[in-house]
């Protein structure tokens, strides 16, 4: 068979099963961080901001699920662990989402945080080597683009306040509740990670899959890396055809 072929096909059943939800069950799936760049790669809802860093997203999704599209803790959901007020917009129940395919959860998950987590902080880090002589790394960046636009807001702040140290649970950070999120306050996520700790874990796992993130020469899609984070290149096949959403999502 054809890659076209092939690629024809994939966009087929992937369109079906988009149309129809009740045909998107699947069982539990552990993918590798190059399978979720590609997947980022494949969504029209998924930025540039998001395509130009699909590796280091890929190094994200396996700190933050181990890879597991059934990966949850009751409040985030799925490969890239989307919040519940996140997946409340969606019109899927927790458990319908994680019965998603991976490719239909990343699209999922760049819809909904990909423009409003990479503006304001994000911007910033993103623009800056460092800041106050703390490398701003690409897991760093995945850590505030995960945590949201309150929490790395408030990391950029302590930061920029204490000579680049990030809040702990030691130094006046404040843990991620009902009510230091209603009142701005929190600049830990609920596990108590800043943008720095969480940031190196992720890194870590960038470094890991960048081998794995480097595809076939004479064709792909760019993978850039961060300030300490190797390139590569995600392969063309078996096609970088776009997947649609479902019309409620579209």
């Not at 809802?45 to 999704?61: D, E, I």
């Not at 703390?134 to 950029?156: S, Y």
């Not at 230091?180 to 609920?190: K, P, V």
Request: charged content about 5%; hydrophobic content about 35%; glycine content about 12%.
């Amino acid at each position: 068979m054809s890659k076209m072929r092939a690629s024809t096909l994939l966009v087929s059943a992937i369109a079906v099963v988009l149309a129809r939800p009740e045909l998107a069950l699947a069982d539990c799936q552990t993918v590798s961080a190059s399978d979720v760049a590609q997947d980022i790669q494949n969504c029209p809802s998924a930025n540039n901001a998001l395509k130009n860093n699909a590796c280091n997203f890929g190094g994200a999704a396996i700190a933050e699920s181990g890879g597991t599209t059934c990966a949850s803790n009751g409040n985030n959901f799925g490969v890239l662990q989307l919040t519940r007020s996140n997946l409340t917009n969606t019109g899927y129940s927790p458990s319908q989402y994680l019965n998603l395919p991976a490719q239909i959860q990343v699209c999922i998950w760049a819809q909904q945080v990909g423009n409003s987590n990479t503006s304001g902080a994000y911007q910033t880090l993103s623009n800056s080597g460092s800041i106050n002589g703390t490398p701003v790394t690409a897991g760093m960046l995945a850590a505030c683009f995960q945590f949201g636009p309150l929490i790395c807001k408030n990391d950029l702040a302590f930061m920029q306040a204490n000579g680049g140290a990030c809040p702990t649970a030691g130094n006046g950070g404040v843990r991620a509740t009902g009510q230091s999120l209603s009142s701005g306050s929190a600049n830990l996520d609920g596990n108590s990670q800043s943008i720095c700790s969480w940031g190196q874990s992720i890194q870590n796992k960038i470094n890991q899959a960048a081998a794995t993130c480097n595809g076939l020469n004479g064709g792909g899609t760019n993978c850039p890396g961060g300030v300490s984070t190797p390139g590569g290149v995600i392969p063309p096949s078996p096609g970088n055809a776009p997947v649609s959403l479902p019309a409620n999502l579209a």
